[in-house]
């Protein structure tokens, strides 16, 4: 059996928890060495774990997607350990409630939340392509996925910062999709819809009959829904996909 990744180095933010855990256990599954990298160390490592627990090679790294100076070093020690990088899954994000007050319009926001958001959630997969490009130049190609949302494609009252953040992040690749063709580097976004993950386990609790309503397939998505279409995004499967976001939400923005 040979698996879609096979021989690949991968890299993925947010990796200790939800959407970035299943991706880089798909990685793994699916034969790609994996540089699991998150804030916490501790918490990265218990993916390494699970990963290395179904015969799959993974390093754990502390690094905050904010910092320049991490991110520089978080690529750098995934050279280190694996000698190339050949997928990125710009992952690591963080929802409105984990930035200020709930359930704010735009002329309520504090510019410090708004701040917030948009440096993890959007500068922070700047600095991470900006980080990774150079490496996938010199090996002759590479692919990168970067997490929007359906908040990229359309818009949702009280959350202005984290909207405008997941348009930037569809707006970015799509800019670097067209500068890195010409090296065979693939620049993607994923836009998953309603996920179950830590994420959202509080705004469910709190009106999930009401998110539910509008998504077709009446049920959330599981994590690995989304690593699917990641694995498939990130291997040579999809050698002519690029500049795309590609949605995955159980048809809530098809309605
Ligand atoms: P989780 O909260 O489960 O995982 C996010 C991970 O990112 C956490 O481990 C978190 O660490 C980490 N993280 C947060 N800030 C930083 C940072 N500055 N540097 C490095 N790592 C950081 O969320 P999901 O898995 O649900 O979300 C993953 C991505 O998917 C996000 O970009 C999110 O916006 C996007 N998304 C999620 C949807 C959903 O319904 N769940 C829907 C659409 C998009 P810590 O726990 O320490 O904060």
Not at 93 to 116: N, V
Not at 181 to 189: C, E, G, L, P, T
Not at 216 to 221: E, K, N, Q, S
Request: charged share 15%.
């Amino acid at each position: 059996m040979t698996g879609l990744l096979d021989g690949k180095a991968a890299l993925v933010t947010g990796g200790a928890s939800g959407i970035g855990r299943a991706t880089a256990l798909a990685y793994a599954r699916e034969g790609a060495l994996v540089a699991v990298a998150d804030r916490s160390e501790a918490a990265a490592q218990a993916t390494v774990a699970m990963i290395n627990a179904i015969g799959g090679q993974a390093i754990a790294i502390a690094a905050d997607v904010t910092r320049e100076d991490d991110v520089a070093a978080m690529v750098a020690r995934t050279l280190i350990a694996f000698g190339r990088l050949d997928c990125a899954f710009n992952n690591a994000g963080i929802a409105p409630f984990q930035a200020g007050p709930t359930g704010q319009r735009t002329h309520e926001l504090a510019e410090s939340s708004w701040a917030a958001v948009l440096a993890v959630n959007l500068t922070g997969v700047f600095l991470c392509m900006k980080h990774q490009i150079p490496q996938m130049q010199r090996q002759n190609g590479g692919a990168i996925v970067n997490t929007a949302s359906i908040a990229g494609l359309v818009g949702l009252p009280m959350s202005g910062a984290y909207v405008a953040s997941k348009h930037g992040v569809i707006g970015l690749t799509k800019s670097a999709a067209l500068e890195y063709a010409q090296d065979r580097i693939r620049v993607n976004a994923v836009c998953p819809g309603y996920i179950q993950t830590p994420m959202t386990t509080e705004t469910v609790q709190r009106r999930g009959d009401e998110l539910l309503g509008k998504v077709p397939a009446h049920r959330l998505g599981q994590p690995e829904e989304i690593a699917e279409a990641v694995v498939w995004l990130s291997s040579d499967r999809a050698s002519f996909v690029t500049g795309s976001a590609y949605t995955v939400d159980g048809g809530y923005s098809a309605a």
